[in-house]
């Protein structure tokens, strides 16, 4: 019942949000959200938004992981 | 700056340096409980079980809100659908759980109004086109779903709505953690519930650890997310310091969602509940306040919960507690199989014999 995709806010009216997920659209409330603009990464719970994620914390959690696994050598190379 | 992190997650080589640091460290036979049906579907899915080793067992919790709704709550939601101009709304795993003598879906063969709603909002829309009948959505769900029930009932309340009314079974988590840690079973780590924590928080779970002491890990849905989740128990076994962790700060804050809760406690109250398998867990349940009494079915309706044996044969109780796996089940496969399933771990997409039956390719 959990979607664990992020889903992208690309209109906001009334406290209801048109969200792209993964190139699908739908709508989702904002009625649970504190704060939430067009251009937030949420997870949408059953048709409400219920968390906007964090984007540095992802960053930061998939880079230790790649620094863990020992190839952050070549994503700094590929990403420059 | 695009946030393309979920496939970044999916990484294979992240997933096989964590595996690969997991059976190194992993030295004492462990048996660690997924709490949430969507990480018991996401580890089957993505084949991680067959990554870790042997010493790793992992069982599926109280974690799929289906599952753990009791006999007779599905027996009242039965009850309901046969009350006259009543509509019942619900997410669509419900419709096929078996209650004592039927189903939803029989109900509905039979001429019940039964509608399958994708949102809360649906059920309030549905209550607003159907003026001249009762509208019903039956509640269930942890603390995830609760707040997008309180939201409709808030939602109906301002627009007046006379004719909506929800029939609550909705279950939180920490107090079945405490079940489950008092009871017989010997759990050695807990992968606590990715959503319902971004709900509650971190602290939510901070009396439950003091008073255990036992590994706890917040986790994430990606493959990555649950390796490294695992990784983080392991850790605290083999290093013999259980702690209370986050492995998905991205979604999880030590306070969660203050407004969800805000709205969720607005509505509902605590009180005691039924969970399938355990048993009665005190201030486990969350049930209308007063102040929304008329949006509250149990009362609407005058429908009380009558004592209700579970199918027979059927092993869902043990196997939300850990105490059995489904193939232990002897219905298993040769009675109950997701076409005709027997009871609701069955019925479930995120039901632990649903997800065995799905992935595990066993005997
Ligand atoms: S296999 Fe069927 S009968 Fe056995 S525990 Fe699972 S749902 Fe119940």
């Not at chain 1, 969200?19 to 709508?27: A, L, M, P, T, Y």
């Not at chain 2, 580890?43 to 809100?65: A, H």
Request: some cysteine; hydrophobic content about 45%; proline content about 7%.
């Amino acid at each position: 019942m959990c979607l664990a995709i992020p889903s992208k806010i690309i209109h906001i009216e009334n406290e209801m949000a048109t969200i792209d997920v993964d190139g699908v659209k739908r709508s989702a409330s904002l009625m649970l959200l504190e704060d939430s603009a067009v251009g937030d990464y949420v997870i949408v719970h059953a048709g409400f938004a219920i968390k906007k994620l964090d984007e540095d914390s992802a960053k930061e959690t998939i880079r230790l992981l790649r620094e863990a696994a020992a190839f952050v050598d070549d994503l700094e190379a590929g990403k420059g | 700056m695009t946030l393309k992190h979920s496939q970044d997650f999916h990484d294979p080589r992240i997933a096989r340096h964590l595996a690969a640091r997991i059976t190194r460290i992993s030295r004492k036979p462990v048996r660690f409980m997924e709490v949430c049906g969507t990480h018991t579907v996401a580890i089957f899915r993505s084949g991680i079980r067959s990554l870790l080793p042997e010493t790793i067992s992992l069982l599926s919790g109280p974690g799929c809100p289906v599952c753990v709704t009791a006999q007779q709550e599905i027996d009242a939601f039965i009850a309901l659908a046969r009350e006259p101009e009543t509509i019942v709304a619900t997410f669509g795993d419900l419709i096929r759980v078996p209650g004592s003598g039927s189903s939803l879906q029989r109900e509905k063969a039979d001429g019940a109004d039964v509608r399958m709603v994708y949102s809360t909002f649906d059920a309030v829309a549905l209550a607003r086109e159907n003026p001249d009948k009762r509208v019903v959505f039956l509640g269930v769900g942890f603390e995830t779903t609760a707040p997008t029930v309180a939201a409709a009932i808030l939602a109906a309340h301002q627009q007046r709505l006379d004719n909506f009314s929800v029939m609550s079974a909705h279950k939180i988590v920490p107090p079945a953690l405490e079940a489950l840690a008092d009871g017989t079973i010997n759990i050695d780590g807990f992968l606590l519930p990715g959503h319902v924590s971004v709900i509650i928080g971190m602290d939510a779970y901070r009396s439950f650890f003091e008073a255990h002491r036992v590994p706890c890990v917040v986790a994430g849905f990606e493959p990555s997310d649950l390796l490294q989740s695992i990784a983080m128990l392991v850790d605290q076994v083999e290093s013999g310091r259980p702690a209370l962790e986050n492995a998905y700060p991205r979604a999880v804050s030590p306070a969660g969602n203050p407004k969800a809760m805000a709205v969720m406690n607005e509505v509902f109250a605590v009180g005691d509940a039924d969970w399938r398998g355990i048993g009665t867990i005190p201030a486990s349940g969350l049930a209308i306040r007063e102040k929304y009494a008329a949006f509250d079915a149990f009362r609407v309706f005058d429908i009380r919960l009558k004592p209700a044996p579970e199918p027979k044969g059927c092993a869902c109780g043990e196997i939300l507690t850990g105490m059995k796996i489904p193939p232990q089940c002897p219905l298993y496969k040769t009675v109950c199989n997701p076409m005709a399933p027997v009871g609701p771990c069955m019925v479930s997409s995120e039901g632990t014999c649903a997800a065995y039956y799905r992935y595990h390719g066993d005997g």
